[in-house]
């Protein structure tokens, strides 16, 4: 049962799939309601990009969806990190400075040893702490107020993400998003293929039940390879965004419509045309990306009637979000569940 292009608010569609209904209602309905609010990187201007705490901040700060950029490593280990080198993003160059085995996997280019998570196994990858790439979108631990620079983050797996989404769904009812990332290596069909299959065998893994297979609008799959983006829509039911240019014309935004859910463009493309040009076809519109940078685009992305906004500051984005679309007032939830109730009464009289 597909939920995501209609009105119905997720506590509905969960009864509906036969699914026990949450006891937080108020909590879960924002992912299908209201505009979204992704968590670029987990809370990325405030701790290292693709941490767990990164996520975690994130989920404190109420942001509806986290996102993991995905590779995969030589042994076959979903792992979250934005680049396919892990020089800009982890401390490699100095572990590797006293691990021969760790130097011997790296490949030299233009005077730069480069350390590429495909080349890598994951016990390599286990043996690095995440730092920040810096500049003014990316964490600072002499600025943030949520680390000072001496603590060690973990480079998370795909199952780490998971795991922990699911881990807060069945200890609090609370829902929270996942919208992973295929990224890709430009030549290497076969493996970016790979990330596709692989990521889509781990939101099916029996042990989440089905809570990621759709049901509970909190999965997106998203990948600027339009290829991988139609293997995605060929192979899963799941919504898939294309990271794309903004569509041109009606017929270009149409034809993307043949394949994918929503398109993820630019801030700079969000343009009031281009939003509603997409929302014609019938695509969804998210936009990345929003940091400390330039928070004002919040507010001004937000009133375009965009779907949602990747962010690297989810506590301005959702307080962005919240004010120009409040959470649901106690009465209308108590409308909400007689609407449901109705709803339910008529599918009975209609077995
Ligand atoms: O996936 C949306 C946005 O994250 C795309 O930009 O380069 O940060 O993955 P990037
Ligand atoms: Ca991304």
Redesign the pocket.
Same mark, same amino acid.
């Given at each position: 049962m597909q939920c995501r292009s209609v009105a119905i608010p997720v506590i509905a569609c969960a009864m509906l799939a036969g699914v026990a209904p949450l006891s937080t209602p108020a909590v879960a309905a924002p992912l299908a309601d209201r505009p979204i609010v992704i968590a670029?990187?987990g809370a990325s201007n405030y701790l290292p990009e693709h941490t767990m705490e990164a996520y975690r901040l994130a989920v404190q700060m109420r942001a509806d969806f986290i *996102?993991p950029?995905l590779f995969l490593t030589a042994d076959g280990v979903l792992v979250a990190r934005?680049d396919r080198s892990l020089n800009a993003t982890t401390n490699v160059q100095q572990v590797a400075a006293s691990d021969p085995d760790l130097f011997a996997k790296g490949t030299q280019v233009a005077g730069t040893r480069q350390y590429y998570i495909d080349t890598l196994t994951y016990a390599d990858i286990q043996k690095l702490s995440a730092v920040s790439r810096g500049g003014a979108a990316y964490s600072n631990p002499a600025t943030s107020p949520y680390y000072d620079g001496t603590e060690s983050f973990a480079v998370p797996t795909f199952n780490d993400v998971l795991d922990y989404v699911y881990d807060l769904y069945t200890s609090s009812g609370r829902i929270v998003g996942v919208y992973p *990332?295929v990224k890709t290596i430009s030549g290497a069909a076969t493996y970016n293929l790979a990330i596709a299959d692989a990521m889509l065998t781990a939101l099916a893994d029996p042990k989440y039940g089905g809570f990621f297979d759709g049901r509970f609008n909190n999965v997106f799959l998203?990948s600027f390879d339009q290829s991988i983006v139609q293997h995605l829509s060929a192979n899963s039911d799941l919504p898939v965004v294309y990271?794309t240019t903004c569509p041109s014309t009606a017929a270009a935004a149409t034809a993307i419509a043949q394949y994918a859910d929503g398109i993820?463009i630019s801030t700079g493309q969000a343009t009031q045309a281009c939003i509603d040009r997409a929302h014609a076809a019938g695509l969804l519109v998210h936009a990345?990306?929003v940091s400390l940078a330039n928070p004002a685009l919040h507010d001004t992305l937000y009133a375009r009637g965009l779907d949602g906004i990747?962010t690297n500051t989810p506590d301005l984005g959702v307080a962005s979000r919240d004010a120009l679309y409040p959470v649901p007032e106690p009465a209308s939830l108590a409308l909400l569940g007689l609407g449901v109730m109705g709803l339910l009464a008529a599918r009975r009289s209609l077995c």
């Open positions: 670029h990187r *996102e950029d934005h *990332e998203q990271l993820g990345y990306t990747f």
